[in-house]
């Protein structure tokens, strides 16, 4: 294959080492997409963010970190997610 620039070459080599590529600005979509190429369960790529989870900022904003409060599942929510045949055979 023919480049017009030694800069593509090497972009065009870097990228044939990798299988997959997520971006960060659509992470979710890069999740999604990421268990269907490599046909994972949906447990396999669920994840929790700090914003989600509770934790710590990283102190970019504002320059001083603070906790993140854990966001809560209502009781009516949490009952749902363990009785629901719907939930348990979409996430697996």
């Keep these: 294959k023919e480049f017009d620039t030694a800069q593509k070459k090497v972009s065009f080599i870097q990228h044939q080492a990798y299988d997959f590529i997520g ?12 268990k269907l190429v490599f046909g994972l ?26 906790l993140i409060k854990k966001s809560q599942v209502s009781d009516g929510m949490k009952e749902w997610f363990r009785s629901s045949e719907e939930w348990q055979n979409y996430a697996e």
């Design 23 to 34: 971006l960060v600005d659509r992470y979710n979509e890069s999740l999604i997409l990421l």
């Design 41 to 66: 369960k949906l447990r396999d790529i669920l994840y929790t963010s700090a914003k989600r989870s509770g934790g710590y900022d990283d102190g970019e904003y504002m320059r001083n970190c603070f």
